[in-house]
Every structure is written in C-alpha cells, then in structure tokens.
C-alpha cells in the first residue's frame, strides 16, 4: 500500500515517514519498482497548496503510476 499525505503546511509524509518534494521522487520509483500494482492514496489537507498536490501528481505519473486516489481532507 502506497498512502502520501500533505500536511496543510505543505509537508509531506510517504506512509508517515516524513519525505521532502526531492526525496518524493526516488521514493515513489522504488516503490513502483518493488509493487507495479500498487494504486497510491493521496490524502490532502484542503488548506495545503494546490501547487504541492500538482508536484506530487506529476512525480507520480514519471514515477509510473496511471491512476491515484485522492481525498481532501478537512483541516
């Protein structure tokens, strides 16, 4: 399972562990890697920039990934 979460301060957590926007894209590789089927769960908070959700969905699909699930999350 794949779950990334941005934090409406704009952090980042990969399955909770604290990743920067650089680091997100060597992560997603190795995870796509080690799980071709894997459909990521994108869990943004709606106070968070529309600007980190668009890099993260733009790191995914070069990453691999065709299809991601997103919810907005109240703050």
Known sequence: PLQISVEKDNTI???KMLVSLEQLRSVLFKIKEANPQCR???LHDKEAFF???QDIKNTLE???FEEVD???LPS
Request: hydrophobic residues 45%; aromatic residues 6%.
């Open 13 to 15: 957590k990969v399955n």
């Open 51 to 53: 600007g980190t959700y």
């Open 62 to 64: 070069n990453a691999g």
């Open 70 to 72: 997103v919810v907005l």
């Open 40 to 42: 990521p769960l994108l």
